[in-house]
């Protein structure tokens, strides 16, 4: 399963963003996406988490700012980002994970992938 993440660039802050992500390859179906990120100098860290079950996770440094969508008919993942500030600056990193495609209509091995990283930058 790939990812391919695009949409980051150099904004002032107080500006927005999207963030896209497309899923593609053969899979049977996605428990969850998600997207991270990783500043200069810090780990990489839980921007926000939507499970297919209904279970949403966002980090409360972004919360009331930055909203995950999917659009399951694409396969794509969607970060739109509000309110934009200096310390949001990163490399932001979109992950999905579910199982493979298996015999006839059955899920095959679980995956878990990432793409490969989009570099947002803010401006004070």
């Known amino acids: 399963v790939q990812l391919q993440a695009s949409g980051g660039g150099l904004v002032q802050a107080g500006g927005s963003l999207r963030l896209s992500c497309a899923i593609s390859g053969n899979f049977h179906s996605i428990k969850s996406v998600a997207w991270y990120r990783q500043a200069p100098g810090k780990e990489r860290a839980l921007v926000a988490r939507?499970?297919?079950?209904?279970?949403?996770n966002v980090s409360p440094s972004v919360k009331d700012r930055f909203t995950i969508t999917r659009d399951s008919a694409t396969n794509s993942v969607y970060l739109h980002m509000n309110s934009l500030k200096p310390e949001d600056t990163a490399v932001y990193y979109c992950n999905a994970d579910g199982y493979l495609s298996g015999k006839g209509w059955s899920p095959g091995r679980y995956f878990n992938s990432w793409g490969q990283g989009t570099q947002v930058t803010v401006s004070s």
């Open positions: 939507m499970s297919t079950d209904g279970d949403l």
